[in-house]
């Protein structure tokens, strides 16, 4: 079945450590996308992704970094410097960018990171 | 800037009750609309949608239709089920601009 997984489902962190994020899709989609969910908010763009080995920051980048090496896959790592990471994060993918704002997206069932 | 204001849940409701999600959004531009569901721990999935003015999407009895003079998009359902108990957001896609915003979501509780 064609479709979007993340992993892990759960991730714990310690203070000053690096954390990747899984994301892989098998839809062939060319775009792909991360959010931050907290709890009583919409979802935040974290970095976007057009096209394989292109990315750009979204609207809360700061302490995240991303690769697009491969089409099907979108890790993101959560650096010592994002100062607040606990989050349920999403990824999603859609089949261009261009056509974003009027096609549907694909969401990952999450990673829920808590820092301990 | 683009925006999109969802009620305030929780909502909690008796089974086979009427419910209403109000969402209205800002107008600029010709946004598309959507409701998202997301289920308890899992990722969002596309409910419905509506691309202009007039569109009513419909999907699992869910409905909204797309107001251009009220800039809404409420989404309805005459029964709830038990198994509709999720967090609904309302999204707006802003067309050319290809950005997307996502309202803070709305918590729905079906109670038997």
């Known amino acids: 079945d064609g479709g979007i997984t993340q992993s892990p489902k759960y991730l714990f962190r310690k203070e000053g450590q690096n954390v990747t994020l899984s994301c892989e899709q098998n839809?062939?989609?060319?775009?792909m996308y991360w959010y931050r969910q907290d709890p009583g908010q919409g979802l935040r763009l974290i970095y976007y992704?057009?096209?394989?080995?292109?990315?750009q920051k979204g609207d809360i980048a700061e302490g995240y970094s991303v690769s697009r090496e491969k089409k099907e896959s979108f890790p993101l790592t959560v650096t010592s410097a994002q100062k607040n990471p606990t989050a349920f994060y999403l990824c999603?993918?859609?089949?261009?960018?261009?056509?974003?704002?009027?096609?549907?997206?694909?969401f990952g069932q999450g990673t829920r990171l808590t820092v301990v | 800037g683009d925006s999109v204001t969802q009620m305030e849940g929780p909502v909690t409701l008796s089974e086979e009750a009427f419910l209403t999600i109000n969402c209205t959004y800002t107008a600029t531009g010709y946004p598309s609309l959507f409701w998202y569901v997301q289920y308890p721990g899992e990722g969002l999935q596309l409910l419905l949608k509506?691309?202009?003015?007039?569109d009513k999407g419909s999907n699992k009895g869910f409905e909204a239709t797309y107001r251009k003079e009220t800039t809404s998009f409420h989404l309805e359902k005459g029964s709830v089920q038990v198994s509709d108990s999720a967090v609904y957001f309302c999204?707006?896609?802003?067309?050319?601009?290809?950005?997307?915003?996502f309202g803070t979501g709305t918590k729905l509780q079906v109670i038997p």
């Open positions: 999603a993918s859609s089949i261009d960018w261009d056509r974003y704002s009027n096609t549907e997206a694909f």
């Open positions: 992704s057009q096209i394989v080995n292109d990315f």
């Open positions: 839809l062939n989609h060319d775009a």
């Open positions: 509506a691309t202009k003015a007039d």
């Open positions: 999204v707006r896609g802003s067309g050319g601009y290809q950005k997307v915003t």
